[in-house]
């Protein structure tokens, strides 16, 4: 193996190399190639350059001679530059195209054929062409000695001096005259380019070699002994070597890897200390584990077992799991472990049996299949947890759940649950039937909003998702009769699902009594008003009686009564007759039994009319009331003839209070008067009604809110008006507090209500 290992190392270097060879001999010989194409051109184009000076040197040597028809000097300048070393030819041809000088005396006076290849570039065309680029002026042609030659061919342009007498006479039609042609020797050229072309193909050879052996040298140093150490440290940590280290002290890709390679050698070791550690830890954790853990064949013997499952059954060498259990001598009817061996899949089941303890115990176990290399199923694990304890709270559970149900159902309230969103009766105890009239086969079928008014049934709705508690809710029963109850609302959690826990009370007989209760506060208030109430009537019935006595005195004497005077009398009539009315009418609406009407109210408004109830029998009294209202209150939610009769308990009992103190001091006291202020703080609205009267002691303070408690003298007070007050008043929310005042005496009852949630508020100054 390490042989094939070896040539396979030697035969990935050697393909290397001459991969590395053949790209550098390719791009060398590209190289090479192109040096030598581009010197090529180079050389081409310096030749023909300085032929083509040359030829430009001959025809401005001989232009003056042309011009004088000088052929003696034409031919001697023509044969001294011929002599010049590689000027093979020089020839003067005439438009017909013949030669007329020539540095070869033989050639003189021949002609030549006009599209031989010296004159075809220009007699391509009829008429020739005159205007000839130098590359198709330029040929190469071949000697007899066989070297290249390089010819050049130029037009004689018909010059301005050329066409006058002075001259020789060309006509001025005529362009072209004729055209002198050089050709010159490349045979140096050629062996300097030959020479040229061995000398880089020479050093591209060269440098082929040398570079080769680089690339070998650095393969062979910093690749092909990098890799052997690489490949001889791996096959170290293979064997369980983990000390030995790779060196390759480089800061390169070997390096790295190098350096990677030890890493990972340490990692080995450490993972493989781990992993010995792990294997220790979970054969500690399979003897120690807090369940019962077995390894069964599939004869169901047991091939090992925990000590917590050693410790609960003590099993001999070879035991059953079924005779370990539960002491049988077969197997169980429903055996999980039997389904694990069928399917090869994980099994849950319950068992119980007799443990050492003599005890019966119980178990909950999983079984799962454990398989060879081949995928089929040789034994099975069996982890089992005793579960006796549960049992035994189960039964406890069973036992609380019967014992609440009895609970639940014997409540005397009616106890709802309720879908959290769609309000929809989930369950309901028998009090229900008895209060709603509903069987509970009839209430699963309902909504809780099935109960509201419908006028009220959105609005409940909203409020029992928000409130816990809701005060005196109007619903109906079954056969449409209105009671009244107090709602208890809380979040539950009901068979795996969110819902609401309500419960209501019928306080429809306490709503009553209460009615009741404060009708007959109503009743001592008109009472112990009866004396100020007679006397607000018999002002107007007075003013009354004496227009009559005078209309009929003036009749019975037969006087006429001017109409200015019976105009006055009528109208004092009339307007006392409306205000005997009005005081009647507001005693007898005050008087009125009538159920809870809440509404936005102003509290200065019902302040004005619990006043004007009896404002003049606190004149009468001497009582000054300072009002202190106001002007920017929001309104209050409240029944306003029951806050009417606070106020009116209050303001009567601010009368009280002055003339008890008056009474004790056998003399009318100064500064009789009870003050009434309202303004707005902190979102409530507060009212207060002090007066100067006696006072309350502070040990009694805490009591006159108290039924049937009063500080009058026997036969002045029920004790109901500030007890019934504070029922009102809490029904709205508020609050009342008693104080007394500092240094002058007297008593302030401050009473906060809350702004209604959408009242503006108001100008009433």
């Known amino acids: 193996m390490d042989k094939k290992v070896s040539v396979f190392r030697m035969n990935l270097v050697s393909r290397f190399i001459v991969f590395i060879g053949i790209s550098l001999l390719v791009v060398i010989s590209a190289w090479a190639y192109f040096i030598i194409k581009y010197q090529n051109g180079k050389v081409m184009d310096h030749i023909i350059s300085d032929t083509d000076r040359l030829t430009e040197t001959i025809r401005l040597g001989t232009h003056y001679a042309m011009t004088l028809n000088s052929r003696d000097d034409i031919n001697q300048i023509i044969r001294n530059i011929g002599q010049q070393k590689g000027i093979e030819q020089i020839h003067i041809y005439n438009k017909a195209g013949e030669i007329k000088f020539s540095n070869i005396r033989d050639q003189v006076n021949t002609r030549t054929n006009i599209k031989a290849e010296a004159c075809n570039i220009c007699h391509e065309t009829d008429p020739p062409s005159s205007c000839i680029d130098l590359a198709q002026r330029?040929?190469?042609?071949?000697?007899?000695?066989?070297?290249?030659?390089?010819?050049?061919?130029?037009?004689?342009?018909?010059?301005?001096?050329?066409?006058?007498?002075?001259?020789?006479?060309?006509?001025?039609?005529?362009?072209?005259?004729?055209?002198?042609?050089?050709?010159?020797?490349?045979?140096?050229?050629?062996?300097?380019?030959?020479?040229?072309?061995?000398?880089?193909?020479?050093?591209?050879?060269?440098?082929?070699?040398?570079?080769?052996?680089?690339?070998?040298?650095?393969?062979?140093?910093?690749?092909?002994?990098?890799?052997?150490?690489?490949?001889?440290?791996?096959?170290?940590?293979?064997?369980?070597?983990?000390?030995?280290?790779?060196?390759?002290?480089?800061?390169?890709?070997?390096?790295?890897?190098?350096?990677?390679?030890?890493?990972?050698?340490?990692?080995?070791?450490?993972?493989?200390?781990?992993?010995?550690?792990?294997?220790?830890?979970?054969?500690?954790?399979?003897?120690?584990?807090?369940?019962?853990?077995?390894?069964?064949?599939?004869?169901?013997?047991?091939?090992?077992?925990?000590?917590?499952?050693?410790?609960?059954?003590?099993?001999?060498?070879?035991?059953?799991?079924?005779?370990?259990?539960?002491?049988?001598?077969?197997?169980?009817?429903?055996?999980?472990?039997?389904?694990a061996f069928k399917d090869g899949k994980s099994h849950y089941g319950e068992e119980s049996g007799i443990g050492r303890d003599g005890i019966v115990h119980h178990w909950i176990l999983i079984t799962s299949p454990l398989?060879?290399?081949?995928?089929?199923?040789?034994?099975?694990?069996?982890?089992?947890?005793?579960?006796?304890?549960?049992?035994?709270?189960?039964?406890?559970?069973?036992?609380?759940?019967?014992?609440?149900?009895?609970?639940?159902?014997?409540?005397?309230?009616?106890?709802?649950?309720?879908?959290?969103?769609?309000?929809?009766?989930?369950?309901?105890?028998?009090?229900?039937?008895?209060?709603?009239?509903?069987?509970?086969?009839?209430?699963?079928?309902?909504?809780?909003?099935?109960?509201?008014?419908?006028?009220?049934?959105?609005?409940?709705?909203?409020?029992?998702?928000?409130?816990?508690?809701?005060?005196?809710?109007?619903?109906?029963?079954?056969?449409?009769?209105?009671?009244?109850?107090?709602?208890?609302?809380?979040?539950?959690?009901?068979?795996?699902?969110?819902?609401?826990?309500?419960?209501?009370?019928?306080?429809?007989?306490?709503?009553?009594?209460?009615?009741?209760?404060?009708?007959?506060?109503?009743?001592?208030?008109l009472g112990e008003m009866s004396t100020g109430i007679a006397h607000e009537l018999n002002q107007p019935l007075s003013v009354i009686k004496t227009a009559s006595d005078f209309i009929l005195k003036k009749i019975n004497q037969s006087s006429a009564i001017e109409d200015s005077i019976l105009h006055t009398l009528l109208s004092k009539i009339n307007s006392n007759v409306d205000r005997a009315s009005k005081i009647i009418e507001h005693m007898r609406h005050f008087a009125r039994k009538t159920d809870i009407n809440f509404e936005n109210i102003h509290v200065n408004d019902i302040l004005k009319r619990a006043y004007d109830i009896f404002s003049q029998q606190l004149k009468v009294r001497g009582i000054e009331v300072v009002w202190h209202l106001s002007g920017n209150l929001p309104p209050i939610t409240a029944d306003p003839s029951r806050i009417e009769q606070v106020f009116i308990n209050l303001l009567v009992n601010a009368r009280d209070a002055i003339e008890e103190k008056s009474h004790k001091t056998g003399s009318k006291i100064e500064n009789e008067k009870i003050f009434i202020e309202t303004l707005p703080e902190n979102e409530q609205v507060i009212v207060k009604i002090k007066d100067t009267g006696i006072g309350i002691p502070e040990n009694l303070r805490e009591k006159i809110f108290e039924p049937f408690f009063t500080t009058k003298e026997v036969g002045k007070g029920t004790g109901l008006g500030l007890s019934i007050s504070y029922g009102i008043i809490k029904e709205c929310k508020g609050h009342i507090e008693v104080s007394p005042e500092q240094g002058s005496g007297g008593t302030t009852f401050n009473i906060r209500f809350p702004f209604a949630k959408d009242g503006n508020r108001r100008d009433l100054t």
């Open 138 to 339: 330029t040929r190469i042609i071949q000697s007899p000695q066989g070297y290249r030659l390089l010819g050049i061919i130029t037009p004689i342009f018909n010059e301005v001096g050329c066409s006058t007498e002075a001259c020789h006479f060309h006509p001025e039609d005529k362009k072209i005259l004729g055209a002198l042609d050089v050709v010159v020797s490349l045979e140096k050229r050629d062996k300097e380019i030959r020479d040229a072309k061995k000398a880089i193909i020479g050093l591209a050879g060269v440098a082929f070699i040398v570079l080769s052996y680089i690339i070998f040298i650095f393969v062979h140093r910093f690749i092909n002994v990098p890799i052997k150490k690489l490949i001889a440290g791996t096959a170290l940590i293979s064997e369980g070597d983990y000390e030995s280290k790779v060196d390759i002290r480089r800061d390169d890709e070997m390096g790295l890897l190098a350096q990677a390679i030890n890493t990972m050698g340490d990692q080995i070791k450490i993972q493989r200390t781990e992993l010995n550690e792990q294997r220790d830890e979970y054969r500690t954790l399979f003897d120690y584990a807090p369940c019962m853990i077995s390894v069964q064949d599939r004869d169901y013997r047991l091939l090992r077992c925990n000590r917590q499952f050693i410790k609960n059954f003590d099993p001999k060498p070879g035991t059953f799991c079924y005779q370990a259990y539960k002491g049988l001598d077969h197997k169980c009817d429903d055996c999980p472990m039997e389904r």
């Open 371 to 525: 398989k060879n290399s081949e995928g089929e199923v040789v034994s099975a694990l069996e982890m089992s947890i005793d579960i006796t304890a549960r049992k035994q709270l189960e039964k406890r559970l069973e036992a609380s759940e019967k014992k609440y149900q009895s609970i639940f159902n014997s409540i005397p309230n009616p106890v709802f649950v309720l879908d959290q969103e769609t309000l929809s009766l989930v369950d309901c105890n028998p009090s229900v039937q008895a209060v709603y009239g509903f069987s509970k086969n009839e209430i699963l079928q309902k909504s809780f909003k099935d109960f509201f008014l419908d006028e009220e049934k959105d609005k409940m709705a909203s409020l029992i998702k928000s409130s816990p508690v809701l005060n005196q809710v109007r619903q109906q029963r079954k056969d449409g009769q209105t009671l009244h109850v107090d709602i208890w609302i809380s979040p539950l959690e009901y068979e795996h699902k969110q819902v609401w826990l309500v419960i209501t009370s019928d306080i429809t007989k306490r709503l009553e009594t209460e009615r009741e209760l404060i009708q007959a506060g109503k009743m001592a208030t």
